[in-house]
């Protein structure tokens, strides 16, 4: 089915039929995929919302993004499908189901005319909150409004519904006209120079057409380093974690640049930056409790960079709040008898304290906001983050996220990828799992059902569903150009894969599409192969491992004509060779107005090539332009690289004029642009 923006559609997919245990399953389509919530219906159905990116890849363009909703049933086939925008970027943030069924979905849109029905705000901020409710079928739009204030930009960034049917909103907001109660008005979102934005919360009618209850916090004053022009910078104050308690108590939290905004007395900490908690009360007479995490700004003028920095929030019915999110401060809140007490990563006096050194935290807040029930680091020497959190049935809580460091416990993992799923024991003391995972596979959002069963979205619209208490059933979890590492569920002709899964690489064989996929080498969790060039014209393809004589469960993929990547070095640069026959590298730069060749693949079908043979006299119809430091390049050569299997593109490309240092490199093949990959040139 073709889309257009502006359309609402919905795309219901033949079933199919997976095994039982672990699984994984790609959601999307032609385009690139970017998922942001996934959450679960008492049933066993998964749901995942995000957005559908519209038009060419390329790096120095961002694409239009549609709304997209899925539904999976309890076995991983995709139910269906839906989208649904306007003319302008639409960006689903947030998801929620009622006892119904409905679907409600929170984000932030550029267009002017994005479906609105029953709207309790009809005009656009510019860049403005959503809040849309479906059916739960996605085939109708029972509710849809702009929501933030009609004066500056705003977002929806979380949404939750309580039992009797009332939604609730929170995010950011810079509208100064945003409809808060004077009880729920602390502070007043601005624009212009120092412009201030505000963390809010609403509460609205079932049928979205009433605001019920409104509030919104900001603050203005920020810490700047001698000499700074911070006093003019920005102040941001925004909600990303929503949650409502058992008497309808509004929960959020979220992260602040400025150092005021307004703590409550006997709050855990009443002064600091960065990470907040704040509950308001249900009857909308104001604060129960606000409460910062941590005091540790790194200065870095003109700019305050917040310490601590919180990613998700979830909410028990008794009103604790379960947090998550990254910090490199050495006297964040941690308690005794936990995982890990104390900070692991390196730690630097400002301003050199700025950057990346984080571990991932996790905490259980009181309900009064005045102390944490138990809170810990998690992380090793190198950058860790938290972004997503669920609490189960038993009061497990867990967290996955992205880590660099090496250390990072993985007594359960079958990959040492840069994502990680953990679970914590319900007082914090101790790991019950923790693994590393691919990318794009399990980072995104969490959620857990009665059955123990954790269902995991990675960025790229790969849903996943792990089973921790069981062994790891061998499936494929996804895909990846064998130039890149992010899993995907997309597939050029002719492409170098490298499929990922546990335990699939025993003595493998591999077809896609019923064409059998060359194997070029096989290790326990990986198989490199090549894409059968009799894809050309498909649109889907079934992927089917047999590993050790034993069929696994089929993986969906996606064909599209090019999907290029550039060949790299461990260190990110592109695996490059100068004009005299050297490899390029910081110590050995090419000249500009000189031809260095790169190798890239994705690039698209060969005419008369077989799958998995050595390049002979096969014409690539595809590549390929180059850009090189955002400047065309011309390429001398595009083709079959001599020696290596078909598939694999050797692209030789004069470096312009100007071009010094280190260069960054875009393979353009059709409509669909490569991530950019450094050369290194001499300076002129």
């Known amino acids: 089915m073709t889309l257009r923006k502006g359309m609402l559609a919905v795309l219901a997919v033949p079933l199919m039929v997976w095994g039982a245990g672990d699984y994984a399953t790609y959601i999307g389509d032609s385009n690139d995929y970017r998922a ?5 219906d008492k049933a066993g159905n998964t749901y995942a919302a995000g957005s559908r990116l519209i038009g060419p890849r390329s790096p120095d363009v961002p694409p239009l993004g549609d709304v997209f909703v899925a539904k999976l049933d309890p076995l991983g086939n995709l139910l269906f499908r839906a989208t649904f925008g306007g003319k302008g970027n639409d960006q689903a ?33 510019g860049t403005t909150g959503f809040l849309v409710k479906l059916s739960p079928d996605g085939s109708q739009m029972m509710a849809s409004t702009y929501f933030g204030g009609t004066k500056g930009i705003s977002s929806v960034n979380a949404v939750t519904v309580d039992g009797a049917g009332n939604i609730y909103v929170a995010g950011e907001t810079r509208a100064p006209d945003f409809p808060s109660s004077p009880p729920l008005t602390f502070g007043a979102p601005s624009t212009g120079l120092a412009s201030r934005s505000g963390a809010f919360v609403a509460k609205l009618a079932p049928a979205a057409d009433r605001i019920l209850l409104a509030g919104v916090v900001t603050g203005s004053a920020v810490q700047c380093g001698a ?43 009443g002064s600091g930056i960065g990470a907040f908690v704040a509950k308001f009360r249900a009857d909308g007479s104001g604060l129960a409790y606000l409460t910062y995490l941590g005091a540790r700004n790194d200065v870095l003028a003109p700019f305050a960079n917040p310490g601590n920095i919180l990613n998700a929030l979830a909410v028990s019915e008794t009103g604790e709040a379960f947090l998550a999110g990254k910090t490199n401060d050495e006297n964040f809140p941690a308690t005794s008898g936990v995982v890990q007490p104390a900070y692991s990563g390196p730690v630097y006096p400002a301003p050199f304290g700025f950057g990346p050194q984080t571990d991932a935290f996790v905490a259980k807040l009181n309900a009064t906001g005045s102390g944490m029930v138990w809170a ?7 950058p860790d983050e938290a972004r ?26 079958w990959s040492d990828g840069e994502e990680f799923l953990a679970g914590l024991k319900p007082d914090g003391a101790a790991l019950l799992y923790s693994a590393r995972f691919p990318n794009h596979i399990v980072a995104q959002s969490l959620a857990v059902g009665g059955d123990g069963l954790v269902h995991a979205a990675g960025a790229s619209g790969i849903v996943s569903v792990i089973a921790p208490g069981e062994p790891v059933a061998p499936h494929v979890a996804g895909i990846s150009n064998a130039a890149v590492s992010d899993l995907t569920g997309r597939v050029a002709p002719g492409e170098l894969i490298r499929i990922h899964g546990p335990g699939i690489g025993m003595a493998p064989s591999v077809a896609i599409g019923g064409r059998p996929a060359p194997v070029l080498a096989a290790f326990a969790n990986q198989i490199f192969a090549v894409a059968p060039f009799g894809l050309n014209g498909e649109q889907s393809a079934r992927l089917r491992v047999t590993s050790n004589g034993v069929a696994l469960p089929e993986f969906p993929l996606i064909v599209v004509s090019t999907a290029p990547q550039i060949f790299r070095n461990a260190d990110g640069s592109a695996a490059a060779v100068n004009q005299d026959g050297t490899l390029n590298s910081t110590a050995n730069p090419a000249l500009p107005g000189t031809i260095v060749s790169i190798w890239a693949t994705g690039t698209g079908y060969y005419l008369d090539a077989a799958d998995g043979a050595i390049a002979g006299e096969a014409r690539n119809t595809y590549c390929c332009a180059v850009m ?40 353009r093949a059709g409509i669909q642009a490569s991530a950019g990959a450094t050369i290194f040139v001499t300076p002129n």
């Open 93 to 125: 943030k947030a998801l929620a189901l009622d006892a119904a069924g409905n679907i409600y979905i929170g984000g932030a849109t550029s267009s002017t005319n994005f479906p609105l029905r029953g709207a309790v705000q009809t005009q656009s901020g």
């Open 388 to 413: 997503a959190l669920a609490v189960d049935g038993k009061g497990n809580v867990w967290v996955s996220g992205v880590t660099s460091s090496p250390e990072f416990p993985n007594a359960n993992g």
């Open 227 to 269: 000499g700074s022009s911070c006093f003019l910078s920005t102040r941001s104050t925004a909600a990303v974690g929503l949650g409502v308690d058992a008497v309808g108590n509004m929960v959020i939290a979220g992260n602040t640049n400025t150092t005021d905004l307004p703590a409550t007395s006997g709050a855990l900490r």
């Open 36 to 40: 942001a919530a996934i959450v679960l």
């Open 628 to 667: 090189i430091s955002g400047s065309p390049a011309d390429v001398l050569y595009a083709g079959p690289s001599p020696g290596l299997v078909n598939g694999v593109t050797q692209i030789n490309v004069r470096i312009p004029a100007g071009v010094s240092s280190a260069a960054d490199v875009v393979v």
């Open 376 to 382: 810990t680091y998690l992380g090793g020497k190198s």
